[in-house]
């Protein structure tokens, strides 16, 4: 379901289950997409990365997968924990710019 | 021991005051960034410096000033503060310019303007 209150998108599962947080990406030409974590009151924080000649990227228990067709991305969180409780965003970027372009973010809520 | 860091953590303040945020980070990067997250949690990127020189400025108002007296400090300085001023400003630091490499975030400067 929705969070009225900030207007984003929520997730919620309980402990153990897999995650998977989606985004779509709007620039065709983007080359290269990031995901951050933001836990409550913190920074962002760098979980993976992919470029676009890849489809599949893993990670500590993470995976990001990129779908060029549809312009979409995901993140994958296996046996997913408490801790992993944060707001997810993804980026994209083009051609080497140093701007990157965020999506909205998923709010993630692991239910012990 | 942070890496980033940023002051003051909250700012409260009057509508056409100025203003200041400091951020510093101590992990030798020669790229920092100051970011803008509104109430709904929309990340945009404002400025980059390399090695002390704009890099990036991304139709901020002028009322911003960023200024970098050495590669381990951007300071953000906001003129004529306006209501729509209100959100949280993350400063990060990357150890090279540009997006592919991994920027560090400090945690944040929740600004108030009332």
């Known amino acids: 379901g929705e969070s009225v209150g900030l207007h984003l998108p929520t997730l919620s599962v309980q402990e153990g289950d897999n995650s998977i947080i989606n985004c779509a990406y709007s620039?065709?030409?983007?080359?290269?997409f990031i995901w951050y974590k933001q836990e409550s009151g913190k920074g962002p924080q760098f979980i993976i990365d992919?470029?676009?000649?890849?489809d599949k990227r893993q990670g500590q228990r993470v995976t990001v997968l990129l779908n060029k067709t549809v312009k979409h991305l995901s993140l994958q969180i296996a046996a997913t924990q408490p801790g992993d409780s944060a707001v997810y965003f993804c980026?994209?970027?083009?051609?080497?710019?140093?701007?990157?372009?965020f999506g909205r973010g998923t709010s993630l809520i692991v239910h012990p | 021991d942070t890496a980033v860091s940023q002051t003051p953590k909250y700012l409260v303040t009057q509508m056409g005051n100025d203003k200041s945020i400091k951020c510093e980070q101590n992990?030798?990067?020669?790229?920092m960034y100051w970011y803008k997250q509104d109430s709904k949690k929309f990340l945009k990127i404002m400025f980059s410096?390399?090695?002390?020189?704009?890099?990036i400025n991304e139709t901020v108002p002028n009322r911003f000033s960023p200024k970098s007296p050495d590669k381990a400090h951007l300071n953000l300085h906001i003129n004529s503060l306006e209501l729509g001023d209100s959100a949280v400003y993350f400063c990060?630091?990357?150890?090279?310019?540009?997006?592919?490499?991994?920027?560090?975030f400090g945690p944040g400067t929740r600004l108030t303007v009332l």
């Open positions: 990060a630091s990357s150890l090279l310019a540009g997006i592919t490499d991994t920027q560090y």
């Open positions: 620039n065709s030409a983007s080359d290269y």
């Open positions: 992919i470029r676009s000649n890849m």
């Open positions: 980026a994209e970027t083009e051609g080497g710019s140093y701007i990157p372009t």
């Open positions: 992990l030798g990067h020669d790229t």
């Open positions: 410096y390399n090695n002390k020189e704009l890099i």
